[in-house]
């Protein structure tokens, strides 16, 4: 009989473990070993103080345009750190000498940038809709399958089935997912429970998320993406649900309210009424807007002065100039059009308007199950129109602002320090190798959590 194989870690049996995974002769780690390590000895190899000097950096992104041109590159440069926050940025052989006690992680050969702020995601589902993906690519449309019972209520029905523990496991394992390819804060809406019990599930779940991961999560309350099916008669009763029984409870769990205002989701009327109440529970509001057609979000949001107004694929340059008078930031989904083989948000248009532009994945099971944003770059670019620059900086800059993150998204002496190193030279080879993982190394608050350390040259 073979003789079995045993964790070199823990010394058990194979017929005793869950999982053996088998390395070169006869190494192997069991599952639980490799949970032991990634718990205990992960954290405790890394700095715990968030102090750190990233040093010979070839190219840093700062979006301080101060240093010039969008993206305020600097050069030879360094980025220390300490307690989290970057205390100095600026060519290497200009850094003063006392931060040389910092640990170090040596950045040749590489760039350094601010950590991607996806600030509009739908990271809780139960279920998937890849039935309904093919049915689109046969030529079904959106409204037609939400109509034949699929879309968001087909993932409402997964949702509500979900236990809060499996709802958990998917989030954190598209959240891990997001860190892993550089996103260090996500936007998480809840919005498909659309019932009391299942939307407090869904938005713990999302706060859940931040404390599992070195991610920081910002929550939102979607109870406003549709009106589920056993209010299909009686909108103005769902409405009562959600300003009477819901507000009141996920106030405390979410810092912002969104609502889906568009055809076959809420109209004007009802987003203003949504929006207005959420506001006297301290949320504040943000708007999907114009995603299926000229449908009034944009009117909405204007006169309410929401955050943000996300979406605006059917924006003409009137909206864009109303949206820029009243401070609101553009939320840009460009997967979603792509994944949907939908005209894209005219990005450039917005831009050349003035508008704050943001650019995220809007990671859900229906319109775009895309969570990397380095793949939203590359479809903002090849898709939509927008600069390699515009796009970095939407991704970064443009995202923490439509979260009013505003010590976040850049490399300036204050900023929280929430840094990725690339595997490349240059940002420039974002879009241009989109399915590859450009990020080597994720700094989440000074602490790198995501990168082979020795391979960087770590030496604390
Ligand atoms: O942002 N537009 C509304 N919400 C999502 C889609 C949700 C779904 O289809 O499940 C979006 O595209
Ligand atoms: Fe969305």
């Known amino acids: 009989m073979a003789r079995l194989l045993h964790c070199s870690f823990c010394g058990r049996p194979e017929n005793q473990v869950g999982r053996l995974v088998a390395g070169p002769g006869r190494v192997a780690i ?28 070839d190219e840093l992104v700062t979006n301080d345009a101060r240093r010039g041109g969008l993206l305020g590159i600097v050069n030879d440069a ?83 089935a979900a236990s809060p523990a499996q709802l958990l496991d998917g989030a954190v394992e598209r959240a891990g997912f997001m860190l892993e390819h550089g996103t260090t804060t996500v936007e998480i809406k809840s919005g498909y ?16 998320v931040g404390r599992q991961l070195p991610i920081d999560v910002v929550p ?38 969104d609502v889906f205002c568009d055809e076959g989701a809420f109209t004007p009327s009802q987003a203003r009424r949504i929006l207005r109440a959420a506001a006297r529970y301290g949320l504040k509001p943000r708007i999907h807007a114009n995603q299926l057609g000229a449908t009034g979000g944009v009117e909405v ?12 694929e059917h924006v003409d340059e009137t909206g864009a100039d109303r949206l820029k008078a009243a401070g609101v930031v553009a939320v840009l989904c460009p997967t979603v059009s792509w994944s949907m083989r939908l005209p894209q948000a005219p990005g450039p ?12 994945s809007d990671c859900n099971p229906g319109t775009s199950y895309i969570a990397s944003m380095q793949l ?29 993150e505003t010590d976040k998204g850049r490399i300036t002496p204050g900023a929280v320090a929430d840094l990725i190193v690339l595997g490349a030279d240059s940002y420039r080879h974002l879009a241009y190798r989109p399915d590859q993982n450009l990020v080597e190394t994720v700094v989440k608050s000074g602490g790198v959590v995501v990168g082979n350390l020795q391979l960087q040259g770590f030496s604390a």
């Not at 209010?231 to 810092?255: C, I, Q, W």
């Not at 204007?302 to 605006?312: Q, R, Y």
């Not at 248009?349 to 995220?360: E, F, H, I, N, S």
């Open 30 to 57: 069991c599952d639980e070993c490799v949970a032991l390590a990634h718990d205990v000895a992960l954290p405790a190899a890394i700095p715990p103080t968030g102090d750190l000097l990233l040093s010979e950096i």
């Open 78 to 160: 360094a980025v220390a750190i300490r307690e989290g926050r970057v205390t100095w940025v600026g060519p290497e052989s200009e850094m003063p000498r006392r931060y040389r006690d910092l640990p170090e992680l040596t950045c040749r050969n590489r760039a350094v940038m601010p950590g991607f702020v996806d600030a509009h995601t739908h990271l809780v589902f139960g279920g998937h809709r890849a039935g309904e993906f093919s049915r689109r690519l046969g030529g079904a449309t959106y409204l037609e399958l939400q109509a034949d019972g699929g879309g968001i209520n087909s993932t409402v029905q997964a949702t509500r």
């Open 193 to 208: 429970g659309l019932e009391t019990r299942a939307e407090i599930a869904s938005l713990e779940v999302a706060r859940q």
């Open 220 to 257: 939102t309350f979607l109870g406003a993406h549709l009106i589920p099916p056993e209010f299909g008669r009686d909108p103005e009763g769902y409405l009562r649900v959600l300003e009477d029984e819901m507000l009141p409870v996920v106030a405390r769990l979410a810092t912002y309210c």
């Open 301 to 312: 949001a204007a006169e309410l002065g929401v955050v943000s107004a996300d979406h605006l």
């Open 349 to 360: 248009m917005l831009w050349d308007k003035g508008l704050t532009v943001a650019v995220a």
């Open 376 to 404: 939203v770059i590359a479809v903002a670019c090849l898709d939509m129109g927008l600069s390699l620059e515009q796009a970095v900086w939407s991704a970064t800059r443009g995202g923490a602002l439509a979260l009013e």
